[in-house]
Every structure is written in structure tokens, then in C-alpha cells.
């Protein structure tokens, strides 16, 4: 790090689709040099010839203190912050791929994870998958940034906001002073499980809300799908070990607004081409980025079941994506469940 310019901070970006190569631009324009990390070869050719990250960021121009690079074992940088880019499912793979590199850094203060869900196999939450596979020392460094972000509109400089999470309160004041912008603005939030939570569940809420888009539906139906849908990820969050309060907040209530109902959300459009008569794995596969809410269905589903939750839209989004279930048949199901009160004990 420059130690004439301690705001100055070395900062590696591991993946550089969509949201990571935005989150390069907006550090760097902070005034951070940034390493990052690209895993296609082919994508970094590009990069270094165009300057520009074509498939996932084609309107942004990297500026001179983002390097972008493959080889691992050559990077030879002191970094000071590590964010980890890439989709859930490749998180564990992606840290080990690590692991050397982060464990000779002595001045790493902070993991920063920006992936929204769990890890199929284990029904982990991302920070805990990150507590087993990065070096001892670092566990205390875990955070995670989430809201609803989504990069184009960030790209174009559009005010945002997001939340950074972590047990440590020091960490995450730290970090919210290096990340802000004028137009990127960050709070803190010591509920990691909750965070973590809001960011994975509201992407199954979000199918559903395409799947109201796909049949034809009205606003009427998606605003009784994102309020229940709310609902849903708050008992379930509670019973996980979650603060409610923090589901009506950034990472709750903002994050499944934006998904729900943002045209380019990658759920909610893979609900829409459900309910348009597409079979969910095929469209899943023809999406060149990864809607994570179709393997957090599953997590939730058997996380459900075991803790006895009532989960009823994750249900239907579950027997649709893995059983065939019909669309219709399932909001005829949800519309004519048992009567009750709107609102109950968790």
C-alpha cells in the first residue's frame, strides 16, 4: 500500500463478471488500486486489448489503477482487502484456488463476499463456507456486501445503496469510509445471517414474481407476492438465527423490491420464461449468468423441511423448478391454502 496516501488501499477483485468488474470501476474511481481477477483467459485478452470488459460490463471503462490478471502464482501485490466476485456455487473452489496467496498477505484486513445465496451441497451460508476454507487468522475478517445492486444501473453512477455485514463492527466501519461514493452510498450492519439471508431467499421470491410477469398477472399479484414473499424470508431468517429488523431494511425488503421488479433481473426473467412454457433447467443453462435463486429453492426447501418452517411460496417454486409442477396450478394452490390471520409469532 501507498504509505503516503493511507486511504490509498491495494484491493483484489476475485471474478470479473457483471457486478465484479463494476465494483473494479467504482473502487478504482475511489482512488484504490485494484488487481483483477479474471478466470477466462479468452475474457482477459479482451480486456487487456480493449480496456473494457465486453460480455458482463460493455459500458465501462477501466481506468489505469485496475489490473486485470490471471496467473495466481505470479501475483506478487500486498493487498489490504480481497472481495470475492464469483457465483456461490464456485466460492469454496475459488478460495482455495487462493488460499497460498491469501495466507502469506499480512496486511489482509478484509474477505468480502458479494455473492447472493448458499452452497447446494452443504446448505452453508457463503460466510460460513468462506469460515472453512480460508486460513485460521482471516475468519474474524469475513463480511459481506449486499443490497439491491444492480451493476448497470451503478455503472451509470445511478445513486445506490448497499449494506455491508459483519460481526466485527470495527471491520465493517472501516470498510464503509474505503467503499462510499457520491453516488454509491454504504451502510453497516452487524446481522450477517440476516443479510446473508435476505440477499439469497428474496431471489426465489423473485421467480415467482417473473412467474406473475410469464402468466399475465398485475401488479395486484406481484405486490401480494413480494409483501407474503417478505414475510416468508423473515420467519425463516428468525428461525435461522436472524434479527427481523433487518429484513425490512437494504438487504431485505430493498434487495427483493429490486429483483422482483427490476426487467433485467436474471430471477425474476427466469421465472418469466417458466411461465411462458420453458422448462426451468433448460433456461437456466441458456442464461451465460446464474439465476442463483433456482439452487437456493433447493437449500431452502430441505432447510424447511428439516426445521418444520412454513415456506409455502419457496413450495411452489420448488415443485415448479424440480417437479414439474404447473404455474398455474400452483398459484391455484397458494390463493386456496388454509385461512389465517395476515400476521403471526414467529
Known sequence: MNTANRDRLNILIVGAGSW???????????????????????????ILKEGKNSRYAPDLQLPSNVTAFHDIDNFKQTIDVVIFAVPSHALRSSVKL?????????????????????????????????????????KSAIACLSGPNISSEIAKKLPSVSTLASPNQKLTGWLQSKFSTDYFRIYTNQDLIGVEIGAAVKNIIAISAGISDGLGYGTNTKAALVTRGLYEITRFGIKMGARALTFSGISGMGDLITTCFNSSSRNRLLGQKIAEGNKPDLVRKQMYMVAEGYNTAKVVYRLSRQMKIDVPITLCIYNILYRGADPKDSVFSLMNRKFKPEIEQF
Not at 468488474?21 to 475474457?43: C, F, M, P, Y
Not at 463476499?113 to 447446494?120: D, I, Q, W
Open 20 to 46: 465484479g468488474t463494476t465494483l473494479s470501476v467504482v473502487l478504482a474511481e475511489k482512488g484504490h488500486d485494484i488487481w483483477l481477477w479474471v478466470r477466462n483467459k479468452e475474457t482477459l485478452n479482451q
Open 98 to 138: 487462493f488460499y497460498d496467496c491469501l495466507d502469506r498477505q499480512r496486511n489482509l484486513r478484509a474477505v468480502v463476499n458479494v455473492a447472493k445465496g448458499f452452497e447446494l451441497d452443504t446448505n452453508l451460508r457463503l460466510s460460513e463456507v468462506m469460515g472453512q476454507t480460508l486460513p485460521v487468522r482471516l
